[in-house]
């Protein structure tokens, strides 16, 4: 660990510096937040500048390298500068930050540690393999190789990645800047993640309750204590926290092992616990060997010990960031027709939506419904101010995304009915816990809304009340319909219910610890409130034993430390093929099309690409599959892939790489294990020259 704290110190050293940069707009933007909103100044950086990257990259007007990043950071500052003195706010910043500073420093503190915990963590399974990580690594790489953007695709030479990479991008700028190696970089990345939703959870939940309760005078002496408790439980059972599957299925192993008699002894209980697979609880609706109903409701703490750097992970701190914007926007001025408001909206959603489309629709709907519920009235108004405002939020979401859209055709297929229905007691088991702990908060607040329309009801009660709403509906959306793509058969609706669900637990997380602490005030029975208290705890505590089987089951028990080093795995797996990828990397620049062996998904074909982002002609067939909208395409270069390797026509060979300007051929034992008649003496007929050779892997360049 002590070997790898250097990378860990650069890494966090390089978004410390870059976080500093959003100071001033951070602390403008969120100044009646206790902690001046100080977290989400990261976020802000990285967002900006990568998507500042993306518009110069994709019109040609500045590359995606050290030196371009290092102008757009000049400008930053640059900006800062006139902002401050523009806004005239450049003492009354420097109060602030005086006044502030060990909340800042309270906060980084955190951000840091968590950072350092899940690298270590990290560095018992550093490998990168399996899932999608060759997909999500491959994407790192291409653009870290790209000197202009959008990135392109590592498995489909000459065309640009058709798939939402903006994370990615994110990413990849953070490596250029820390100078860190993207094997590492990689592992660093789902630290990264791990950290700011814990820390951007907890700012924002603490920040709604204290502004919450301020209003109170009553509260004001116990408001700051209760926040900071409300913005660790949300913060604990977003990032860390399980559902109800671990205890269910533990009770009913107990239950089975013991025929059909519930034991509790330390011996029954601890067989049941060691036959608990934690991947179960992401699996648990409609994998009955007799149903064909296969469905996915995965939660980030799975995403963090899983490793994959996918969309849906990688947008959690952006969906974050465009809660505590919404929150604070209509909390401090119900001016329904604001412009900032607009334009901000349209800007983040645009983000959201290049990270991981489905959560532009869905926070789309949060700000329609807390929109709503804010500016009701008992007219037609509010609706009609809604849909105006809507409307305008989504004409700058188009703009905002149009670099990212012009190079990017969606992959959706059409809406269909659920023919597929999950069990109620299969939802409570998963959703339970939360529904529970939200159902006393729901009905008191239906009940003031009828009582007295909304006048009794705070801002910050409509917001977890919002947030609720959607995650709730987001829940009951898959059983009624999907998403139509690739996906079919016993999987049909298993991505719409995956990418839907994933986010009402993190909706469901925040509104928790608000909830908790907000009880307290709502209901005055003494006898009650204990039994809400007690059922709380003991959910809370079911949700966060889940971390114990995940992390000890991938993780080995945290036994045997490897290092960050994502690579290095295949120096044992296929030691050939990993110096041929060191040298690759040391030796080759730009983005020359490189051969190699097509494979199948979720396969350790592919590495070479995946490990450079040095693109070849076809890699994981059914991923082109899915993002180039068919299989013609993809089926025809894997054809074309086979006959290079294993023509033994010079002119048709030759044909085939001028087409697809192919520099070099990489042969090795994944190739060898594809192509059974792979001659590679045939490649020096065509004037191929070895330019790297280790055992039976060699490097062609043509």
């Not at 820390?178 to 660093?188: F, M, P, R, T």
């Not at 699996?283 to 996915?296: A, C, L, V, Y």
């Not at 494979?599 to 002609?617: E, R």
Request: charged letters at 15%.
């Amino acid at each position: 660990m002590l070997l790898d704290f250097h990378y860990i110190f650069n890494w966090w050293l390089t978004l410390f510096l870059l976080g500093i940069l959003s100071l001033p707009l951070t602390s403008t933007l969120f100044h009646k937040f206790w902690d001046k909103g100080y977290i989400f100044s990261k976020t802000i950086s990285l967002v900006l500048l990568t998507y500042f990257s993306l518009i110069f990259g994709v019109f040609k007007i500045l590359p995606f390298s050290s030196s371009g990043l290092f102008l757009l950071i000049s400008f930053f500052i640059l900006f800062d500068v006139w902002f401050l003195l523009k806004q005239k706010r450049y003492k009354q910043f420097f109060l602030d930050f005086k006044k502030h500073y060990h909340v800042f420093i309270f906060e980084e503190i955190i951000f840091f540690l968590i950072l350092t915990a899940w690298s270590y963590v990290r560095g018992f399974a550093p490998d990168i393999q399996d899932l999608e990580k060759y997909m999500d690594w491959g994407f790192v790489n291409s653009a870290l190789r790209s000197k202009f953007l959008p990135p392109t695709d590592m498995w489909f030479a000459g065309e640009a990645i058709n798939y939402y990479y903006f994370g990615h991008l994110i990413f990849a700028l953070i490596t250029k800047l820390s100078k860190v190696v993207s094997s590492v970089g990689y592992n660093l990345s789902i630290a990264t993640v791990c950290s700011l939703t814990f820390t951007s959870a907890f700012s924002l939940v603490s920040n709604i309750a204290y502004l919450s309760f301020i209003k109170n005078k009553k509260l004001i002496n116990s408001s700051f204590k209760k926040a900071i408790l409300a913005g660790l439980i949300s913060a604990l059972l977003l990032t860390f926290g399980g559902n109800l599957h671990s205890a269910y299925k533990i009770i009913k192993l107990n239950y089975q092992q013991n025929n059909n008699h519930f034991i509790f002894s330390q011996e029954a209980v601890s067989k049941a616990t060691s036959s608990y697979w934690y991947p179960d609880a992401t699996r648990f609706i409609g994998h009955d060997p007799d149903i064909n109903d296969k469905t996915i409701h995965e939660f980030p703490l799975y995403s963090f010990v899983v490793a994959d750097l996918h969309g849906h992970m990688n947008d959690i701190f952006v969906v974050l960031f465009f809660l505590a914007f919404l929150f604070v926007s209509l909390e401090v001025s119900r001016n329904f027709f604001n412009w900032k408001f607009i334009v901000g909206s349209g800007f983040i959603l645009s983000v959201c939506y290049m990270t991981n489309a489905w959560d532009f629709a869905v926070y789309g709907l949060v700000l329609a419904i807390f929109s709503f519920l804010i500016n009701f009235d008992k007219t037609s108004k509010s609706l009609i101010k809604t849909m105006i405002n809507g409307l305008m939020i989504i004409v700058f979401w188009y703009i905002f995304s149009y670099p990212f859209s012009i190079n990017f055709v969606p992959m959706m297929e059409g809406i269909k009915i659920s023919d597929g229905h999950s069990p109620f007691y299969q939802l409570f088991i998963l959703y339970g816990g939360f529904w529970i702990i939200c159902v006393p908060f729901v009905i008191s607040i239906i009940k003031r809304f009828f009582r007295n329309w909304k006048l009794e009801i705070r801002n910050s009660d409509l917001f977890i009340f919002s947030l609720i709403l959607t995650a709730t509906l987001l829940v009951i959306i898959p059983e009624i319909i999907y998403i139509k793509d690739i996906y079919i058969y016993d999987y049909r609706r298993a991505n719409t219910m995956f990418k839907l669900v994933y986010q009402a637990f993190i909706l469901y997380s925040l509104a928790s610890g608000y909830i908790l602490i907000r009880f307290s005030s709502l209901f005055k029975l003494k006898i009650f409130k204990y039994f809400y208290y007690f059922c709380f705890l003991s959910i809370f505590c079911i949700h966060m034993i889940y971390p114990y089987f995940a992390i000890r089951s991938y993780y080995g028990n945290l036994k045997d430390y490897k290092g960050l080093d994502g690579l290095k795995y295949l120096e044992q797996l296929y030691p050939d093929n990993y110096q041929a990828i060191l040298w690759l990397n040391k030796n080759i620049s730009g983005q020359p099309v490189i051969l190699e062996a097509v494979g199948d998904s979720y396969t350790t074909f592919n590495q070479v690409s995946s490990a450079t982002g040095l693109p070849t002609v076809e890699g994981w067939i059914v991923h082109e599959w899915l993002w180039r909208g068919g299989y013609d395409a993809p089926a025809a270069r894997q054809k074309d892939v086979e006959t290079i390797y294993t023509s033994t026509n010079l002119d048709e060979i030759k044909n085939l790489i001028s087409k697809y300007h192919i520099q070099y051929i990489f042969v090795g034992a994944k190739e060898y294990e594809k192509y059974e008649k792979l001659d590679s003496k045939i490649f020096e007929k065509l004037g191929g020259k070895i330019v790297f050779q280790s055992g039976q892997t060699s490097i062609y360049q043509l």
